[in-house]
Structure formats: C-alpha cells, structure tokens
C-alpha cells in the first residue's frame, strides 16, 4: 500500500486523534499554569507551613516518574472511591506533574526581580499583595516565559503517555492501526511527524510569539 | 475494591519490586552511558565546519527533541523488524533513550562550551597552543564543572523515563507492578510502592546534584577571585 492510500484511509482517524492531543494540551496547559502560580507563590512565601507544604508538593512530583502519576490517578485513586474518567486524569496527572517544575521557574523569576523594585515598593508603602500584583508579578513574565515555553513543548511530549490510560489520542489511534494494518513505520512515522508539525510550526512560534509580547509589556524589545 | 492498605500483600510482593528495581537502574546507567556518547557524536556534528552537516544536524535534533519518547520507542520497536532488523525490547529501548537524551546532553555540552569565555581561546592562540592541546588543558577542564548540574539533571530525567520502557515489554520495575497487579488485581500496593521507590532513589540524587552544582559554583568563585 502506497503512503497516500495509506494516509486517504487511515489519515483521517488520526486526525481526530490529533484534536484530542490538542485538547489535552490546552487543558493540561491551563491546569499546569494555574498550579505552578500557585505554588511558586507559595514556594516565596515566609510562613513555614505554606512553604513546607509547596516544598514538599514539588518534590513528590518532580520525585516519581509521571507515568507512574498517571497510572496511580487512574488505576488507585478508584480504591479510594474516586474514580476518574480517562481524560481527566490524563489532564489532572500531566497539570499537577508539570505544576510542580513550573512552580520552581516561578518561583525563580520571582527572586530574580531586581531587589531594588522590591525596596522600592515597600518604600512607597506598598501592602505585600498589592506589591506583588502591581510590581513584581508584572516584572516576572519576560524572565519565565523562555523556560515556560521549553517546558509547555515538553507537556506536548507527555500528552503522549495519556493513551496509555485509554484516552483515544494520536499515540492511541496510531498504536490502534498499526494493531490492524502491521504498517508501523507509516502509522508511528505519521505520529512522530504530526507532533512534530505542532510543537514546530504551531506551539513554539505562539510561545515565541508570547515571549515578545511580554518583553514589549515591560519595556524590554531585546530577549 | 476496598481501600484498605494490606501489608502482608506488601510484603509479600517487596521482593519482586526491589529486584525490578535493579533492572530500573541498570536501564539508567545503560541509557544514559550511551546518551553520553550520542550527544558527543550531535556535538561533534554541531561544530562541524560543514554548514550543511550543520543544518541537517539541528533539523535531527530538533525533531527528536519535540517528538515523544513513547512514540519514538514504538517506532523502533515495531518498525526495525519489517526492514529484518530484529531486536530484543531491551536494545530497543536502550538505542531509543540514548538516542533521545543524546540531543538534550549535545546541548548540555555545547552550552559548558559555550560558557568557557573567548578569551581562554585568544590566549590560547596566542601561547602557540595546538587545538588539541587548547581543548585537553585549557577548554574541557573549564567546560566540564559547567556542565555537570545539567549532566546530573538528565540522569535523573532518564531514570524516570525508564517506565516508558516497560510499554514495549522491558521487565522494569513499573512492568513489575502492573504484571503484580495484574495477577491479583489489586493496583493501590503495587503502584503505590512504585512511586514510594522513585521518591526515595530521585530524591536523594536531586539533592545530591544540588550538592555538586554548589560545591561546582564556590569552585568556579574561587577561580574568579584568584584572578582577580
């Protein structure tokens, strides 16, 4: 069978894979985002019982492997009673993993603010929240964005890992047909090629596209 | 199912898991033995002074970089045989790691390059030195402290990679749990003690990076003072 026969008949199951790939990296982004303001802010913050708490967040997730994660969300949680649908555990699994190391970028951007806005805010008698919301916060995004965006390509990769759990993405349809049809190369090499096409051609040029927009915001044109 | 923690059933399937465990770490070390040698052929092609080796070079690396690991552990597995190439899943799986960190640490290695500054190669120059000689006593000495933290990263970042593998029937320790559970179907002990051994091997390495990434920072400010 030729690769364009190929491609007229299965192309469009992989299609629809490829929607649900996208679909958990928008949600799962979202998710990882959410958490990792979070915790970074928690992470800086001087009470020892919320820094303890983010602390030890992020090191049990950075500490176990993420397919580990998933597998215990979807098949070990149900012993507690909560049972979880496929893709909501492949979301809430890949946020909370990626939530913890984006955690720690935040929390870096957060202490490599100049000290002198952080003197400065306090010196025109900023409350802690509203120095944060107004000073430092907005200062952050150009020193996070570059390692946020490596690690959302990242995220992009682990999306992957969710057919394992049955969430009928493009790893599942292409693992799916090549169970049919034996033709691996064509249906994993289309697979490999399709991700590739988002993180390279879609993905990275939005990320990049954010980094300048948030250097602009602060005044910085040069990344 | 009932949610209750059976500890004679955790014991009696700890020995399993722990010998799975070697098997965990042994595909560690072999994976990333050999990511540290791919990443050293992807340098080499980096600083080729070929521009075509160059480009094909980074389009390599940057499609196995934002491809997943999983997929690309199928491919090898499933498509290798149809062109007679027939491999046992472990090979499979060790090319495949390799393969893909290889291009995270060829960039690991180029920034520790990178990060020796200009003027080290000008004196070089300048002494007569060969570049041979440049890069044994001048550049690799300075280049390496660099690029430990990052080299310490990726190991770990393999070790927890390794249960991928178990997806094309290498018998690892997360192979191990799902084959345990499978057998009683009772999933919660054995992922759980999964999870509880990655934390207690990944941890204490993590911290032991960290460790050397400071010991390797205080070296790097003492060089600087004593030039100073």
Redesign the interface.
Known sequence: MSYLAFLSEHGPTMLLGTVMTIKVLICATLLYVIISVIFGLMRVSKNPIIQGVATGYIEFFRGTSLLVQLFWFYYVLPFFGISLEAFTAGVVAIGMNFGAYGAEIVRGGILAVPKGQWEGAFALNFTPAKRMRKIIIPQIFPIILPPAANLTVELLKATALVALVTVVDLTFEAKQINSITWLSAQCFGTALLIYYIISRFFLVPFLRWLEVLAARKVGKDKI | ???EWRWDFTFEILPKMLWATLNTIMAAGIGYAIAMVVGLIFLLGQRTPFKIINMINREIV??I????????L??VY??LP?FGITLSAWVCGMITIGLHFGTYLSEVYRGALEGVPKTQWEACRALNFSTIYTYRKIVLPQAFPIAIPGMGNYLVGIF?????LS?IGVAEL?HAA?AV?GYHYR??EP??I??LI??TL??PA?MWIRKIEKDVNLAQGKIKKEKV
């Open positions: 199912m009932n949610a940057e499609f970089r934002s491809t997943p690991l999983l997929i690309q199928f491919f499933f498509v149809q927890k990679d390794t249960p991928l997806t997360f799902t559970g999933y919660l992922y759980t999964v999870g990655f934390l990944s941890i993590a």
